[in-house]
């Protein structure tokens, strides 16, 4: 978030919510369903955005139709203390993280891994290895989702060739 102080009522609690079930809503839309104009609607929307609480609009895709089959967590373990940063660049390396973040436990970072196959799962898993300060790593495959709707079930890029 920027700098200012993000403060917000009900009514942009409101269009928040809207945007997030559908971010293709038109302001015309939102406003109807929570009694605003359209104008006001996409003035609490720039607002929304240029104080950072609205910080984008994405498409949730069924991540098999862009190639990603397989899907799998991998706690990674750092030998000493491998500084947020340091991590953050090894991720950026990889298109097949989705997701990482450091964690609390015995891990050091959480990844969020989707593959072609389990092939290309290891071939990730085996690049992840071989940066120096990485010690080891446990994977958990995905399944199935068991909340099919959520961020975590879709993808947002398609699979490297």
């Known amino acids: 978030m920027s700098s200012r102080t993000a403060s917000f009522d ?13 971010a293709r809503s038109s302001f015309a839309e939102i406003g109807a369903s929570i009694g605003l104009s359209a104008t006001a609607v996409k003035r609490r929307v720039d607002r929304l955005r240029e104080t950072g609480v609205i910080t984008g609009f994405t498409a949730t895709v069924e991540p098999s139709a862009l190639g990603w089959r397989t899907e799998a967590y991998v706690e990674v373990y750092c030998e000493g203390a491998a500084p947020p940063r340091r991590l ?3 991720v950026r390396n990889h298109p097949e993280i989705t997701a990482a973040m450091t964690v609390t436990g015995g891990a050091d970072a959480l990844l969020h891994v989707r593959a072609r196959d389990v092939d290309h799962f290891e071939e990730v898993l085996e690049r992840i290895r071989t940066v120096p300060f990485i010690r080891k790593t446990i994977s958990v495959m995905v399944l199935s989702h068991l909340l099919p709707d959520s961020p975590e079930a879709g993808a947002t890029q398609a699979a490297p060739e």
């Open 88 to 90: 953050a660049e090894v």
């Open 10 to 22: 009900e009514l942009d609690r409101k269009i928040i919510t809207a945007l997030m079930a559908n």
